[in-house]
T-cell receptor, first 115, second 114 residues
Framework: DAGVIQSPRHEVTEMGQEVTLRCKPI?????LFWYRQTMMRGLELLIY????????DSGMPEDRFSAKMPNASFSTLKIQPSEPRDSAVYFC?????????????FGDGTRLSIL | DQQVKQNSPSLSVQEGRISILNCDYT??????FLWYKKYPAEGPTFLIS?????DKNEDGRFTVFLNKSAKHLSLHIVPSQPGDSAVYFC?????????????FGQGTTLQVKP
């Protein structure tokens, strides 16, 4: 079975540019999560969706960040305009919905560098 | 305010010995706990979990212990193998039952020496 697929794996762009990260969750999973990992803050949840609906976006750092899930098999995380402090590894994860007792399965991440 | 803490950034163990990774939490509403393993350039991989109604869960070489009164859990790996060398994250469910939202610790880097 295919796992969570993220693209691109690496992104290097200049400050001010728009960045779009993509995620394909595991088929049959109803919940999707976007995380950011940095040395300073560790792994922090940005936003998550249940059945394509955003449930909690309290972790989204600023209005420059937005996320969408137009259907059950695709989600995007967009940063516009990007800034050097956005440099981090961004992970997408999915799980079956069922309360908290469902492990999340992670993609391999997108390493983002903003110059 | 860190609700899930892994106070040891790193741990080094000899192959064949026991590895014990520790995790403390502050929120008494947490009711589900997980351990993830992460290799470089990969995403975290689910390892083992435990519900707050239990105090122990075992899966092969991996055992997780939960002490609710102390708000402490630990992961035991016996025997440790070089392939276990990775970063281990402890995570807890935020306690709102159906949210699925996990709070992660900062991670502990385990090195198993041959």
């Amino acid at each position: 079975d295919a796992g969570v697929i993220q693209s691109p794996r690496h992104e290097v762009t200049e400050m001010g540019q728009e960045v779009t990260l993509r995620c394909k969750p595991i088929s049959g999973h109803n919940s999707l999560f976007w995380y950011r990992q940095t040395m300073m803050r560790g792994l922090e949840l940005l936003i998550y969706f249940n059945n394509n609906v955003p449930i909690d976006d309290s972790g989204m750092p600023e209005d420059r960040f937005s996320a969408k899930m137009p259907n059950a098999s695709f989600s995007t995380l967009k940063i516009q305009p990007s800034e050097p402090r956005d440099s981090a590894v961004y992970f997408c994860a999915s799980s079956r919905r069922g309360g908290g007792n469902q492990p999340q399965h992670f993609g391999d991440g997108t390493r983002l560098s903003i110059l | 305010d860190q609700q899930v803490k892994q106070n040891s950034p790193s741990l080094s163990v000899q192959e064949g010995r026991i590895s014990i990774l520790n995790c403390d939490y502050t929120n008494s509403m947490f009711d589900y706990f997980l351990w993830y393993k992460k290799y470089p350039a990969e995403g975290p991989t689910f390892l083992i979990s435990i519900s707050s109604i239990k105090d122990k869960n075992e899966d092969g070489r991996f055992t997780v212990f939960l002490n609710k009164s102390a708000k402490h859990l630990s992961l035991h790996i016996v025997p440790s193998q070089p392939g276990d060398s990775a970063v281990y994250f402890c995570a807890a469910n935020s306690g709102s039952s159906n949210t699925g939202k996990l709070i992660f610790g900062q991670g502990t880097t385990l090195q198993v020496k041959p």
